[in-house]
T-cell receptor, first 114, second 115 residues
Framework: SQQGEEDPQALSIQEGENATMNCSYKTSINNLQWYRQNSGRGLVHLILIRSNEREKHSGRLRVTLDTSKKSSSLLITASRAADTASYFCATDGGASGGSYIPTFGRGTSLIVHP | DAGVIQSPRHEVTEMGQEVTLRCKPISGHNSLFWYRQTMMRGLELLIYFNNNVPIDDSGMPEDRFSAKMPNASFSTLKIQPSEPRDSAVYFC?????????????FGDGTRLSIL
């Protein structure tokens, strides 16, 4: 089944640095979403990018989408210790007709050292 | 605004016992999803409902698992009998629909340990 896969599995950086995470998927999509999960908590929606969009911004977050390469990237600029979390992409596999079976990757574990 | 509420937050029980996990979605949301998260398999969709009707339960691992949504504000996931391999964190999420342009709102999960 369709699934996004995040890369790298783990990322460790210093506060103030930028963090880039990638998501690759296998079949065409309508939308791709990014989520964050803090330890011991549920996932929190960050940003959605549609298949006809190439880039989207939300605060310190920048998401790009390259449908020709079937990949997306999430950039967190000027990272903070509070950004420490796991980050997941979710794809829809091009589902149509109102149905959406979301599939999540395994996530990228980001650690930001103060 | 109250988010998705799950109970209990933690459950420890012995193999063979019945386990019932509960979820209250966000008011007004008409889609509800149950997920299971483990280190080995990541986040797996078990079942989802739209307008209280189960739409896809192909992710439910075995007949020991069942889910119900008797009304728009409540859902349960039941495991009977439970086994150690069912140990995981179970999440409930809700959204305004099943369209892929709808973000999902997750509860904080139930951490289930089967001894």
């Amino acid at each position: 089944s369709q699934q996004g896969e995040e890369d790298p599995q783990a990322l460790s950086i210093q506060e103030g640095e930028n963090a880039t995470m990638n998501c690759s998927y296998k079949t065409s999509i309508n939308n791709l979403q990014w989520y964050r999960q803090n330890s011991g908590r549920g996932l929190v929606h960050l940003i959605l990018i549609r298949s006809n969009e190439r880039e989207k911004h939300s605060g310190r977050l920048r998401v790009t989408l390259d449908t020709s390469k079937k990949s997306s990237s999430l950039l967190i600029t000027a990272s903070r210790a509070a950004d420490t979390a796991s980050y997941f992409c979710a794809t829809d596999g091009g589902a149509s007709g109102g149905s959406y079976i979301p599939t999540f990757g395994r996530g990228t574990s980001l650690i930001v050292h103060p | 605004d109250a988010g998705v509420i799950q109970s209990p937050r933690h459950e420890v029980t012995e193999m063979g016992q019945e386990v019932t996990l509960r979820c209250k979605p966000i008011s007004g949301h008409n889609s509800l999803f149950w997920y299971r998260q483990t280190m080995m398999r990541g986040l797996e969709l078990l079942i989802y409902f739209n307008n209280n009707v189960p739409i896809d339960d192909s992710g439910m691992p075995e007949d020991r698992f069942s889910a119900k949504m008797p009304n728009a504000s409540f859902s349960t996931l039941k495991i009977q009998p439970s086994e150690p391999r069912d140990s995981a964190v179970y999440f409930c999420a809700s959204s305004l629909g099943t369209g892929s342009n709808q973000p999902q709102h997750f509860g904080d999960g139930t951490r289930l340990s089967i001894l």
